[in-house]
Structure formats: structure tokens, C-alpha cells
């Protein structure tokens, strides 16, 4: 099987300091409940640039090399933006079970991101549950996907490259 194989269903995650303890509890949640998971850091609780960590996670699922990202920073906002720069992907913010459901059913996003100061560890668990739970169902959802896909194609000028 190719490398590029085994990385499929797996799990890739990353946080800034701000996120650090919620990402370590959910990493290690889903590593219990039997989930293979990477974890790209940070690793410290030093100072480090939420858009730094967000691009590594982004871009290794933006490469196919995981089909599902979870970024956790304080509000969870910046990662998404930093997230969504990358073609290819699509990162959902979500602080709630409609949004972490919908966010792949509606959106087909590969990312979830969460704010480490808006939502405590019992709630973060549901959202991740229901995220992965969720599978995209197309439908009247498919055309607005393949749009989103299209304008993310018209301003793709070149390969993701490392900054």
C-alpha cells in the first residue's frame, strides 16, 4: 500500500498555544475511541502563530495525504481563514452541533476548527462526533460545492508553497 494510501481516513490536528490543552484532550479522545491521528503541534505552550501550525495541517489535507483536519486556536476564526487560503480546502468553524453536522453534510468541509476560548472539552466532543459522524450528502448541496470548487480553481495561480 502507498504512503499516500495508508494516510487516507486518518486524522491530522494542530493547534496554536491557545489551543494546545483542547487539541491534547481531543487528540487523545479520538485516539481512544480508535482513531489514527497525526498531531502537527504545537507541542509547547510557548508563544507560536496560529497560521504557521494552521498551513502544515492545511496543507497535508489540501495534498490528499489525510481526508479530515481538526485546527484549534482561541476563537477558532483564524485557523479557518488560514485553512481556506489553501486550494482545495474547505474549513468550517464550528461552535455548535447544527453547524459541526452540517459543516460536512452541507459543505463537504474537511476541516473543522474550534475556539479553545469558546467551547469547553464535553462540547468539543460532541462536535467532533457529530463531524465525523457526518458524511456529505450531495444533493442540492453538490452544485454549490462544485462552485465553490470552481472559484477556489479561478484564483489558484500556483501550487500551495511553503512560506
Not at 16 to 36: A, C, E, Q, T
Not at 59 to 65: C, I, L, N
Not at 71 to 98: E, F, Q
Not at 142 to 152: F, N
Request: proline letters at 5%; hydrophobic letters at 40%.
Amino acid at each position: 500500500m502507498s504512503d499516500a494510501n495508508e494516510k487516507r481516513g486518518k486524522i491530522v490536528m494542530g493547534s496554536d498555544h491557545f489551543g494546545l490543552p483542547l487539541k491534547n484532550m481531543l487528540r487523545d479522545y479520538l485516539r481512544d475511541k480508535g482513531y489514527d491521528v497525526d498531531d502537527l503541534g504545537t507541542t509547547s505552550a510557548e508563544p507560536v502563530d496560529y497560521p504557521d501550525i494552521g498551513l502544515m495541517v492545511a496543507e497535508t489535507v489540501g495534498q490528499g495525504r489525510y481526508d479530515r483536519g481538526v485546527l484549534i486556536c482561541g476563537t477558532g476564526a483564524g485557523m479557518a481563514i488560514v485553512a481556506n487560503k489553501i486550494p482545495g480546502v474547505r474549513a468550517v468553524c464550528a461552535h455548535d452541533p447544527y453547524t459541526a453536522e452540517r459543516a460536512r453534510a452541507s459543505n463537504d468541509a474537511q476541516i473543522i476548527t474550534m475556539g479553545s476560548e469558546v467551547v469547553g472539552p464535553a462540547v468539543a466532543k460532541k462536535l467532533i462526533d457529530l463531524w465525523l459522524a457526518s458524511e456529505f450528502q450531495g444533493g442540492r448541496s453538490s452544485p454549490k460545492v462544485a462552485k465553490i470548487a470552481r472559484i477556489d480553481e479561478r484564483y489558484r495561480h500556483a501550487p500551495a508553497q511553503r512560506i
